[in-house]
């Protein structure tokens, strides 16, 4: 584990130098572009396997810059990866967020639970972002879609460094009437409900339009984060106008139970939008002085094409965390380059701000490394340890991958206080599927990859308002 640390650190400093020999003037940082889509499956893209016609503007963009094949999310859910892309670090560092925020500001697991019951169930404003920390490098920053990162006002997107922000403030809604499955209205505009009309994908990818095109004349470099909800449930197609909003019973909102097509056709209005959002950039001559990055907040669900992984969402088998990932930064990053790379999302957040440049800040010591100065180097891929662990009541799902081989562990505790605990190890080398489980052929990685995994969680878990007593050894 040292060694690799090592080799992570040499990463860090290889990337940095990588970065500035390739940026002709670093006193112009580029503008940035960051797409997340919400559920995406692995294999949902053309460009990762699927029908050409299913996402023809993602594959072309994979064309113009680099496409890795082997990124991951920092967890199974919305919330927890999205805290991860903010903050640059592991989520479990925060306390409180490593499941997704349940609609209605529920909380899903002890620490949650706690905290929901004295308002304090989201990313807490003391925290460094990504958005504050290029705001204090002369950016103007934007978020136009999907939040999910706390239902008090204390944790609004204003809080976290967004000069601008029309958000959906929850996990799910109806993408024409702006409520979740609780009936409860989702949709806001610099931290105060609003009222609008139309499809959410296409109205926050005409607010993002907008904001390039206004964009054009201005000095400062801008930090623009499109999250789409897209193509997570209710299952929507666009075109439609019900007069009235999709009943709480409606069988859409269930994650896996898509009717034919419609989530093939969100998928694509997802991919038109992020067209006119590329077009813009293109149409006000700033498509050469911007880095634009498109990645998924988890793997896909039922609904998804997740082949050849296993799993799906709210798993740490490959389908849950693996997912697509893309990044075009004209003169910097390679066109036409494929890296197998293993990366993940606190990745983006480093690599975010080494391409903005320099900073002098303490608080910027992240987890993740420069992946983009990596790829940019053309040197081959560096071998990483990451880690996963979601917990959301009754199971709790954990995971590392070291280097090719994958470890994965699904506890689960039950009534009277018993538990059961089911344990597999892979080698992703050979078998990316994960269907052979060699954790009887070799005890010796199974007790190595336990330990890994053990030390990790010491030194990251936190509870922010953890009861009496409670050390790092309890179980979540």
């Known amino acids: 584990m040292k060694f690799g640390f090592l080799l992570q650190i040499l990463a860090i400093g290889i990337g940095s130098a990588v970065v500035s020999a390739a940026a002709p003037d670093n006193a112009t940082p580029p503008n940035i572009v960051l797409i997340l889509a919400d559920d995406l499956g692995y294999g949902d893209l053309g460009c990762y396997g699927n029908d050409p016609k299913a996402s023809p ?3 072309r963009l994979a064309r113009q810059g680099v496409r ?50 004295v308002s304090q169930l989201g990313l807490p404003a003391d925290q460094p972002t990504l958005a504050n920390r290029l705001s204090t490098r002369g950016y103007d920053t934007a978020l136009f879609g999907k939040w999910h990162l706390g239902y008090e006002s204390q944790f609004s997107p204003q809080m976290h460094g967004f000069d601008e922000a029309l958000y959906c403030i929850g996990g ?26 139309g499809y959410f994908t296409d109205m926050i990818t005409d607010q993002a339009v ?36 999709l009943p709480p019973d409606s069988p859409l909102w269930n994650q896996g139970d898509d009717p034919p097509g419609v989530y093939r056709s969100m998928v694509r209005q997802m991919d038109t939008g992020i067209g006119r959002v590329l077009d813009a950039l293109d149409e006000s001559g700033l498509t050469n002085r911007t880095l634009v990055i498109f990645a998924s907040d988890n793997g896909g669900t039922a609904a998804s094409r997740n082949a050849p992984l296993r799993g799906s969402k709210g798993q ?55 992946v983009f ?3 940019a180097s053309k040197q081959p891929p560096l071998a990483r340890t990451l880690y996963w662990r979601k917990p959301r009541d009754p199971l709790v799902w954990s995971g590392v991958r070291d280097g090719d081989w994958k470890y994965v562990r699904q506890h689960k505790s039950s009534a009277g206080g018993k538990t059961s605990t089911r344990e597999w190890i892979f080698d992703l080398g050979d078998d990316l599927s994960e269907k052979h489980d060699l954790s009887q052929q070799r005890p010796d990685k199974l007790e190595r990859m336990r330990d890994q995994f053990a030390a990790w969680e ?12 409670w050390t790092p050894h309890d179980k979540p």
């Open 373 to 375: 100065a990596l790829a």
């Open 68 to 117: 890795w094949t082997q990124a991951y999310a920092n967890g199974p859910e919305c919330s927890p990866t999205r805290v991860a892309l903010l903050t640059g670090r592991y989520q479990q560092r925060v306390g409180g967020m490593e499941c997704a925020i349940g609609v209605g500001n529920v909380g899903r697991y002890d620490d949650a639970v706690r905290l929901q019951m």
């Open 172 to 197: 799910l809604m109806d993408y024409y009437h702006y409520i979740d499955s609780a009936a409860d209205y989702n949709l806001f505009h610099n931290g105060q409900p609003v009222e609008r009309q």
């Open 458 to 469: 010491q030194t990251v878990r936190k509870n922010r308002r953890g009861r009496p007593g």
């Open 57 to 59: 503007v993602l594959d």
């Open 210 to 245: 907008q904001y390039v095109r206004q964009r054009s004349e201005a000095e400062r470099p801008f930090f623009l984060y499109l999250p789409y909800t897209a193509p997570h449930t209710p299952y929507q197609p666009p075109g439609l106008a019900p007069q009235d909003p």
């Open 316 to 370: 740490a088998f490959e389908g849950g965390i693996r997912v697509p990932l893309i990044a075009r930064w004209p003169g910097h990053l390679p066109a036409k380059t494929v890296s197998d790379q293993v990366t993940i999302t606190f990745d983006l957040t480093a690599s975010i701000l080494a391409a903005a440049g320099p900073t002098q800040m303490d608080s910027d010591k992240l987890d993740g490394i420069d």
